[in-house]
């Protein structure tokens, strides 16, 4: 398991994801997975997450709008693994920013966490910085 969950909130954000993406895979510390919480885009961001890797687990727990865990699993909450590190993907239906940060914080399993938002980027040794400390 790893130490850190790097989390992002998205909403129709397929156009600038990709740079968060490229940041996460230029990392000089893998020690990280990557939480993707999708409120309810419609412009592709699901087909472009499910084309970065290799499902290895295909349904998780479910939530509502508000970010509430309901009953039960669901094929919108799954698993990818990449090359470079794990990716989880959540999508809820639309309810706002706070209500993906709900979310983020009832699936993130590891001890850290950090947000960061879906048209921004980390440098290249964030996580290397935030283990460190």
Not at 47 to 63: N, P
Not at 73 to 96: C, M, Q, S, W
Not at 97 to 120: K, M, R
Request: with cysteine.
């Amino acid at each position: 398991m790893n130490t850190l969950t790097v989390f992002t909130p998205t909403y129709n954000r397929k156009h600038t994801i990709v740079r968060t993406y490229e940041s996460l895979c230029r990392q000089s510390n893998g020690d990280f997975e990557w939480l993707i919480v999708d409120d309810g885009s419609t412009d592709g961001t699901r087909e472009w997450v499910e084309s970065l890797g290799e499902k290895v687990e295909k349904t998780r727990k479910q939530f509502d709008w508000m970010g509430r865990e309901l009953e039960g699993e669901d094929a919108n909450h799954f698993v990818l693994r990449t090359e470079e590190f794990l990716i989880e993907y959540v999508y809820k239906p639309n309810g706002g920013l706070y209500t993906g940060y709900n979310v983020a914080y009832a699936a993130i399993q590891t001890e850290l966490c950090v947000c960061i938002d879906s048209d921004d980027y980390m440098p290249d040794d964030a996580v290397e910085k935030i283990l460190k400390c």
